[in-house]
Nanobody, 128 residues
Framework: QVQVVESGGGLVQPGGSLRLSCTTS????????IGWFRQAPGKEREAISC????????YYTDSVKDRFLISFDNAKNTVYLEMNSLKPDDTAVYYC?????????????????????WGQGTQVTVSP
């Protein structure tokens, strides 16, 4: 059974940083695309970043570009989302999800409907 697990969320002050991790059981992530999504209270789920497979192309939505960095650690079978210069508007539940290789992530978008397995989410709160 495939499980996707996010970790690393928490409470941080504006301007601070957090690193989220996405790990799985049952999937070798080097063969999959991984996307990060977030959902703030009262808002729809938003695709914020992804890293494709096999070309490892990356995508960032405009609101996080130049502040967030997605990366893949093959040895640890983990995808990270480094979040810097955090703002109160970044407050949300953050999810990672996997998609089959060749799907889900282009340089211009993250295609939410391509993702098959989702984690339960990790809360990120940015507040003074």
């Amino acid at each position: 059974q495939v499980q996707v697990v996010e970790s690393g969320g928490g409470l941080v002050q504006p301007g601070g940083s957090l690193r989220l991790s996405c790990t799985t059981s049952g999937l070798d992530l080097k063969y999959y695309t991984i996307g990060w999504f977030r959902q703030a209270p009262g808002k729809e789920r938003e695709a914020i970043s992804c890293i494709g497979n096999p070309n490892r192309i990356t995508y960032y939505t405009d609101s996080v570009k130049d502040r967030f960095l997605i990366s893949f650690d093959n040895a640890k079978n983990t995808v990270y989302l480094e979040m810097n210069s955090l703002k109160p508007d970044d407050t949300a539940v953050y999810y990672c999800a996997s998609a089959q290789a060749g799907y889900g992530c282009t340089g211009r978008s993250s295609i939410t409907t391509d993702y098959d397995y989702w984690g339960q989410g990790t809360q990120v709160t940015v507040s003074p």
